[in-house]
């Protein structure tokens, strides 16, 4: 067995642990931080994406050398109603995110290929036998225990699409739900690369977490074709499941995770309630953790506990909104919660997008044609 000694042991490198590990090289350049994955590479294969209200102006800073792709505005495209907002709309990809880590952290401070076999609140130990004694230790690995969480899931499927001819997207398109939604809750999203590029991703909730690949590339294909689009190519395909929750204990499914240890992203319940989104979580306790100035394995608990479980108070508001739109309303007419929110005004958008939505906020949401009943208005 051979021991390694540092600050702070950062156990997954997907995008919550990778924030932290370039957060806190940043802010404490003199500390040793390890960031230990048990893939090749780190970010795995995906292409995040986030609006500009989605994080603050420190969070921006954190991001804005990731980001691959920006568009000025975005727009939603329901059967009925479609609009286009003037938010900021931007793209990570996973390769970029790689490198960009790899150039912020010396080398000997990245472990790709090295699984965890146990961590405690101070220490890691890895597969190959390497002992790691860590001033503290943040797990970012994958969920805990799921099975503790009432869950939808939000499936999706995309590539990145080279066409025979130039296309007609001029701005991201978070959400078109224009095809007949009696296929059930599904949409595309459309992102514009080059003139003949465009990445493609088919999502769809249900109530079940299985994948049908096959499925979602037939549906990309059939999209493309109802506009009119022959593809040449494609590339640079993501696939992923992520939960939506609508109900659950906090508590055990903290400890689920690891009594005692400090956790981040999906592991510590930190995600969107209704799209499963952990970027602006993400971000938030990368900075946090980053600009902490105790990495005691103690210290972070208690600190990212007592976060993540505020978080998951506050967002009980998204649970019944995730709960009603896809639980107590018929699949074919999920969409038009959707639909609702995006006829509200911008900022109410943006502060739901961010989850900061307020009392009016809420009120609004449940008068007129609102998709929330006036009492979930006056629960916080």
């Not at 049908?212 to 294909?221: E, K, L, P």
């Not at 059939?222 to 022959?230: D, L, V």
């Not at 190519?233 to 992923?240: F, P, Y």
């Amino acid at each position: 067995m051979t021991g390694v000694a540092c600050d702070l042991a950062i156990i997954g490198g997907g995008l919550s642990g990778g924030l932290i590990a370039m957060a806190a090289r940043r802010a404490q350049p003199d500390k040793r931080i390890l960031l230990i994955e048990a893939a090749p590479a780190l970010g795995g294969n995906h292409l995040w994406s986030f609006i500009d209200s989605d994080v603050g102006a420190a969070e921006k800073d954190l991001l804005r050398p990731l980001v691959n792709y920006g568009w000025r505005e975005f727009s939603v495209v329901f059967p009925r109603y479609k609009r286009a907002l003037p938010q900021p709309f931007y793209s990570i990809r996973s390769d970029r995110f790689d490198a960009a880590l790899r150039e912020a952290m010396p080398a000997e401070s990245i472990l790709t290929g090295r699984r965890a076999a146990g961590v405690s609140a101070d220490g890691v130990v890895l597969e190959d036998g390497t002992m790691i004694a860590a001033h503290g230790v943040v797990d970012a690995r994958g969920p805990g225990d799921l099975s503790l969480l009432d869950l939808h899931w939000r499936k999706f499927v995309g590539y990145e699409l080279t066409l025979d001819g130039p296309h007609s997207v001029r701005r991201a398109t978070l959400i078109d739900a224009a095809a007949d939604p009696a296929e059930g809750f599904q949409y595309m999203t459309m992102l514009p690369i080059e003139s003949d590029r465009l990445f493609i991703e088919d999502v769809r909730y249900e109530a079940h977490p299985e994948l049908d690949m096959t499925d979602h590339g037939n549906r990309i294909v059939n999209h493309a074709a109802r506009f009119g689009w022959r593809i040449r190519s494609s590339a640079r395909g993501q696939a992923g499941i992520v939960p939506v929750a609508v109900g659950g204990d906090f508590e055990d499914y903290w400890r689920s995770g690891g009594e005692g240890v400090a956790k981040v992203g999906l592991r510590a319940g930190l995600f969107h309630p209704v799209s499963g989104n952990t970027l602006g979580d993400a971000a938030r306790t990368a900075l946090m953790i980053a600009q902490a100035k105790d990495w005691s394995g103690t210290a972070l608990h208690k600190m990212l506990h007592a976060h993540a479980a505020k978080a998951w108070a506050k967002r009980d508001y998204y649970r019944r909104f995730a709960k009603r739109m896809l639980r107590e309303t018929p699949v074919p007419e999920s969409y038009k919660f959707l639909e609702a929110l995006y006829t509200m005004d911008t900022d109410l958008i943006a502060r739901f997008h961010g989850m900061t939505l307020g009392f009016t906020d809420r009120l609004a949401l449940s008068l007129g044609d609102g998709p929330m009943p006036l009492s979930a208005a006056m629960k916080t």
